[in-house]
């Protein structure tokens, strides 16, 4: 069963950037298909960006409002996934969390629901 971390929130100025980690352990990120959701206060949680690789190819899905802004990537060999911001707004702030899709057979979920393992969350703030 793997065990994920996230770390880096904080708060930040509208138009400035922050850089999220997540960190697993007990189980090989390369066997899933990773995501970043996040719940603003009072809405639900929200897809935010997912990557999954296989063989020589990586695949990125990203939520409209986040596009150009977000990237995702993954290092297999720190077994961690990271969640570049740039360009943050304020409707941006919310927990963003982690999440490992076990379930991935060529196409990516968008729905927590979907996603077997989840870390803690960390928070980010973007002030206007």
């Known amino acids: 069963q793997v065990q994920l971390v996230e770390s880096g929130g904080g708060l930040v100025q509208a138009g400035g950037s922050l850089r999220l980690s997540c960190a697993a352990s007990?189980?090989?990120?390369?066997?899933?298909?990773m995501g970043w959701f996040r719940q603003a206060p009072v809405k639900e949680r929200e897809f935010v960006a997912a990557i999954n690789w296989s063989g020589r190819t990586t695949y990125y899905a990203y939520a409209d409002s986040v596009k150009g802004r977000f990237t995702i990537s993954r290092d297999n060999a720190r077994n961690t996934v990271y969640l570049q911001m740039n360009r943050l707004k304020p409707e941006d702030t919310a927990v963003y969390y982690c999440?490992?899709?076990?379930?991935?057979?060529?196409?990516?979920?968008?729905?927590?629901?979907?996603?077997?393992?989840w870390g803690q969350g960390t928070q980010v703030t973007v002030s206007s």
């Open positions: 007990g189980g090989t990120i390369s066997n899933y298909a």
């Open positions: 999440a490992a899709d076990s379930g991935y057979r060529g196409r990516f979920h968008y729905t927590p629901a979907a996603y077997s393992y």
